[in-house]
């Protein structure tokens, strides 16, 4: 009897440390993201190319589950403030289109600064399949640069 309760102990041990192991890694799975770290906005993206000073970058990530698109823009050196902000697509790198979504009220209107902000793809005009083959892309425009003085193209990986 006593070998018994043994081998139940040991059997139910076992089955406790299968299922944490394989919550682990069903929780990994589920926390898989695409990103970008750092990417970087000059004049040289913009089209056409726009000659300044101003630089930014941004970091953003996509999680396929939950729709849920997250980006954090940085800017500095601009012409003057920044007046509009947005994401735009679906378009290739130097390609121009138009706007997906619109950061008009995130930001404060300075020639440096940085937000961040997160939104769900909304699956009609902002599809994941057009995000994740890198046709969108954030711009950042001034008064001396009505099209756009910096832009970066959002390209995640895996």
Not at 6 to 26: Q, S
Not at 38 to 59: I, K, R
Not at 69 to 96: C, D, E, Y
Not at 149 to 154: D, K, P, T, V, Y
Request: one cysteine or more; charged letters at 15%.
């Amino acid at each position: 009897m006593k070998k018994l309760h043994v081998w139940m102990l040991i059997a139910m041990g076992l089955f406790c440390t299968l299922a944490v192991a394989c919550k682990k890694d069903k929780d990994e799975e589920e926390t898989k993201l695409y990103k970008v770290t750092n990417a970087p906005m000059t004049g040289a993206q913009e089209n056409p190319a726009v000659v300044t000073a101003a630089t930014g970058s941004f970091d953003a990530t996509y999680n396929p589950e939950s729709k849920e698109f997250k980006i954090t823009v940085r800017w500095q050196g601009l012409s003057g403030n920044a007046t509009l902000m947005h994401i735009h697509g679906p378009a290739a790198r130097g390609a121009n289109i138009g706007v997906l979504q619109n950061f008009a009220t995130l930001f404060t209107p300075t020639p440096a600064g940085s937000f961040t902000t997160a939104f769900t793809i909304n699956g009609t005009n902002q599809t994941e399949a057009d995000l994740l083959a890198g046709k969108w892309y954030v711009n950042i425009h001034t008064a001396a640069n009505g099209g756009g003085e910096i832009r970066g193209q959002i390209e995640l990986t895996y």
